[in-house]
């Protein structure tokens, strides 16, 4: 299973990003695909994921401002990040699973990672 993000870079506060992920080198359906950052000298956190029927969860920092999706094909997933502040500065990483716990955004419940993208909000 690879997963490759895209889509990070530099932004002004109150600009948007919108991150890719693409999923490939599998033949199952992901559970559950999701978005964590991690910024300098701080802990993985969740910020939203996506299940296969299409629910979704978000972090409380995110909720109104982020929007997760993925295409028809669940291989590509995304994430529109709009007013972005500068707390939002950190490394973005894609994580899926076979099957996932109840808790979607901890990053204990995923074994597949994309290697990140950065995302800088100055």
């Known amino acids: 299973v690879q997963l490759v993000e895209s889509g990070g870079g530099s932004v002004q506060a109150g600009g948007s990003l919108r991150l890719s992920c693409k999923a490939t080198?599998?033949?199952?359906?992901?559970?559950?695909m999701a978005w964590f950052r991690q910024a300098p000298g701080k802990e993985r956190e969740g910020d939203a994921a996506i299940g296969s029927g299409g629910e979704t969860f978000y972090a409380d920092s995110v909720k109104g401002r982020f929007a997760i999706s993925q295409d028809n094909g669940e291989t590509t997933m995304y994430l529109q990040m709009n007013r972005l502040q500068p707390e939002d500065t950190a490394m973005y990483y894609c994580?899926?699973?076979?099957?996932?716990?109840?808790?979607?955004?901890?990053?204990?419940?995923?074994?597949?990672w994309g290697q990140g993208t950065q995302v800088t909000v100055s």
């Open positions: 994580a899926a699973d076979r099957w996932v716990g109840p808790n979607k955004l901890s990053s204990y419940e995923y074994n597949y």
């Open positions: 080198g599998y033949r199952f359906t992901f559970h559950v």
